[in-house]
């Protein structure tokens, strides 16, 4: 882990305050490179395998062997620097960074320093309907270290290098976040990008996607307070218990006259505590020098645009085109693509019923509340998007109401092969179109409710709900609501 250089803070007049203090907190994230090799030997990158034996001569740095640098490792951070719109570096240079522990067999880590291969760039997301942005300072490119095993072992350490020299893209932050809410809402965002572009496959629970959460805390403009670093953050749901826990427990410190000292610490997710697990080391103290193994990674033009010509439509660019297509604010259009899968059962849809705004609406709204009570993605819903689009188009003709159409829902999701139109059918569930019919069910509610309408001709609206009501409970439902409404005002004005 390379430090950052002096944060630059963003002035955030509008951050929530906890307790009269404002919280700042920075990420740094080291996402594994999908690639089926490490990053500077031939040995596999599989997950699971025994321990031990995804580990070569030059993971096990045994004397005489030399790192040769994975090409697919660089394409990769490429690929990230081009989503961000940062710059990449077309020299870089790989550093080894010194320290001493049981799982880092060469005694030094080789990670990037002073010149990242992935400079600047941006993360934009939204937190519920407020767009939002975190500013990034570098990715790099490292190794990763092996693992250290307690539980199998009475009074006894075990050594698995099998992740020795699994590649990582460590991705680091300015401290932008104001909030446990926003730092988690950038977590997915970045998890998003990476597994889009298909440089990460995102795993948290198998360490693919790790994330570390600076945190301190200080009075609205006064100095920087110390940071804490929360490291190893596996969920989404841990990372924010863990901040908000760590924002209460600094606060608590300081107020009673307590120092904060930089300290790396861990989250006990069955206590829902931080606690210090070692003191925080600086740069300087990693004794970071040139690898003389290793030459400078140079990246010519030409092959950023061969990177660049070989990668899918970005989200951001899809949302845009969605929002410039198909009429959609930049905020649903944000929900659609959050993932390859859901943008294209989104345009599927839209393919069949010609009705974005709908398909926009059902998708983000009932379909998402099914997926996510269930715990299903996207690609296991039960609802394809050919029957989601049959339905939207019966809405659209006036055929069922949407309360009609929310049962035909249920009964698609319970009975996937089932039919729209046969559903309807079935179940009585055709609204009423016919203005004669409808006509004649208004008469009869005026005819019986003369105190709601000489309420609704003395200007209380309310009273005009209430024959809207009497009129729908007299048609069982079927009657459509737009029509109703009409039909009955015109009555009522005459």
């Given amino acids: 882990m390379a430090e950052s250089t002096t944060p630059i803070l963003l002035d955030r007049p509008d951050a929530p305050l906890v307790g009269g203090y404002e919280v700042i907190i920075g990420f740094e994230t080291h996402a594994q490179l999908s690639t089926q090799s490490k990053i500077f030997s031939r040995a596999a990158t599989a997950f699971g395998a025994e321990p031990n034996t995804q580990a070569c001569a030059v993971d096990l740095a045994l004397p005489g062997t030399l790192p040769v640098m994975n090409v697919g490792a660089v394409e990769r951070a490429i690929q990230f620097g081009l989503a961000i719109g940062a ?35 941006l993360i934009e997301f939204f937190l519920q309907e407020k767009k939002m942005s975190v500013r990034l300072v570098r990715a790099h490119l490292e190794e990763d270290a092996g693992k250290s095993l307690h539980e199998d072992f009475i009074g006894q350490s075990g050594i698995d290098l099998n992740r020795a020299g699994t590649p990582l893209l460590e991705i680091v932050t300015e401290p932008d976040m104001r909030s446990s809410a926003e730092a988690v809402a950038y977590a997915k965002e970045l998890h998003k990008i990476v597994t889009w572009i298909g440089i990460c496959d995102g795993n948290m629970q198998e360490g693919s996607f790790r994330c570390d959460a ?43 006259g307590h120092a904060i000292e930089q300290a790396t610490v861990l989250f006990n997710p069955d206590t829902g505590e931080t606690r210090a697990m070692r003191s925080k080391e600086d740069a300087a103290e990693y004794r970071y020098f040139p690898d003389p193994d290793l030459p400078p990674l140079c990246i010519s033009q030409e092959w950023i645009a061969d990177v660049r010509s070989r990668m899918a439509e970005l989200p951001r660019a899809m949302a845009a085109r969605f929002a410039n297509s198909y009429g959609l604010s930049e905020y649903d259009a944000t929900q659609l693509t959050q993932s390859l899968p859901l943008a294209a059962y989104f345009e599927a849809t839209t393919l069949v019923c010609g009705q974005p705004k709908l398909a926009s609406n059902w998708i983000t709204g009932e379909l998402a509340r099914r997926l996510n009570a269930q715990d299903l993605s996207i690609q296991q819903s039960p609802l394809s998007a050919q029957k989601l689009g049959d339905l939207i188009v019966r809405i659209g003709d006036g055929t069922v ?22 559903i309807i059918e079935a179940r009585g569930l055709r609204q009423m179109n016919d203005a004669g019919a409808l006509e004649k069910i208004i008469d009869d509610v005026i005819a019986a409710n003369p105190k709601n309408v000489e309420e609704y001709r003395a200007g209380k609206d309310k009273a005009f709900n209430a024959l809207v009501g009497q009129i729908m409970k007299a048609s069982k439902g079927k009657a459509n609501p737009q029509q109703v409404n009409d039909l009955l005002r015109a009555k009522l004005i005459t």
């Fill in 214 to 256: 600076n945190v301190s805390v200080r009075k609205p403009g006064g100095p920087l307070g110390t940071r804490r670093e929360i490291k190893n953050l596996n969920s989404f749901k841990f990372m924010q218990q863990a901040i908000d826990f760590e924002v209460r427990w600094q606060i608590e410190q300081i107020e009673d």
């Fill in 401 to 422: 109401s949407n309360n009609a159409a929310r049962q035909v829902f249920d009964a698609l999701w319970d009975a996937p092969d089932g039919s729209v139109d046969a």
């Fill in 87 to 121: 710059h990449v570096a077309p020299k870089s240079i790989f550093a080894r960074k010194n320290y001493f522990y049981p799982d880092l067999p060469k005694g030094y880590q080789i990670s990037q320093f002073e010149i990242p291969v992935v400079q600047g760039g």
